[in-house]
């Protein structure tokens, strides 16, 4: 079983692109979020969705978009990144909202 | 505002015991969560409490007060694979986890 796996590992986006962060679960965990983990700072909330069909916004939303067209499937768009937005992005999901929460491998991205 | 507050690094020696507090202030207390982060790597859940006590699993306890705002984290008999970053999250009146920068833990032979 994957788990959750998330795409790419990597990525150094010119400030000003667009790009979409992959996720996707072979769980079938209701709940799926997305974070960012920056140094000396606590992982914070950007999108969260309890629920195929249904999203929210977390603590940083601002700058990204999400999508849950599916079970699976959990995309992050940066419609226009920013330097601020260089950070590692982690994909999570739990069976429901009060639940431990599974983490993706992440992604590391940096915006030039 | 909400607020976890955990230490910034703590050093401990191979097969001793060490404890990890976590003290929080949120909108809310739907539990207190305690992950596991090596660096480089996604954080693995590690203990729930969401009622008072001491929760023991294997070599890993954690203790909640929620009068006091204040959970810990025990590590026995410490391996040199225990070094890695411990996350306090407290999941908030939404539902949400809060979380905690998180403790580095450099354990030395």
């Known amino acids: 079983t994957a788990g959750i796996t998330q795409a790419p590992t990597s990525q150094i986006l010119a400030a000003g692109r667009s790009m979409t962060l992959r996720c996707t679960q072979d769980?079938?965990?209701?709940?799926m979020y997305w974070y960012r983990q920056d140094l000396g700072l606590g992982l914070r909330l950007i999108h969260y969705?309890?629920?195929?069909?249904?999203?929210g916004k977390g603590e940083v939303p601002d700058g990204y978009s999400v999508s849950r067209a599916n079970t699976d499937d959990f995309p992050l768009t940066l419609a226009s990144a920013v330097p601020s937005q260089t950070s590692v992005y982690f994909c999570?999901?739990?069976?429901?909202?009060?639940?431990?929460?599974?983490f993706g491998p992440g992604t590391r991205l940096t915006v030039l | 505002g909400q607020n976890i507050d955990q230490p910034t690094e703590m050093t401990a020696t191979e097969g001793a015991i060490v404890q990890i507090n976590c003290t929080y202030q949120?909108?809310?207390?739907?539990?207190l969560f305690w992950y596991q982060q090596h660096a480089g790597e996604a954080p693995t859940f590690l203990s729930y409490?969401?009622l008072d006590g001491l929760e023991e699993k294997g070599r890993f306890s954690s203790f909640l007060s929620r009068s006091k705002g204040y959970s810990y984290l025990l590590l026995k008999e410490l391996q040199m694979k225990d070094s890695a970053s411990y996350l306090c999250?407290?999941?908030?009146?939404?539902?949400?986890?809060?979380w905690g920068a998180g403790t580095k833990l450099i354990i030395k032979p």
């Open positions: 999570a999901s739990s069976d429901s909202r009060i639940n431990e929460q599974f």
């Open positions: 769980m079938r965990h209701n709940a």
């Open positions: 969705s309890n629920t195929a069909g249904t999203t």
């Open positions: 949120t909108s809310g207390f739907n539990g």
């Open positions: 409490n969401v």
């Open positions: 999250a407290v999941m908030d009146s939404n539902y949400q986890l809060i």
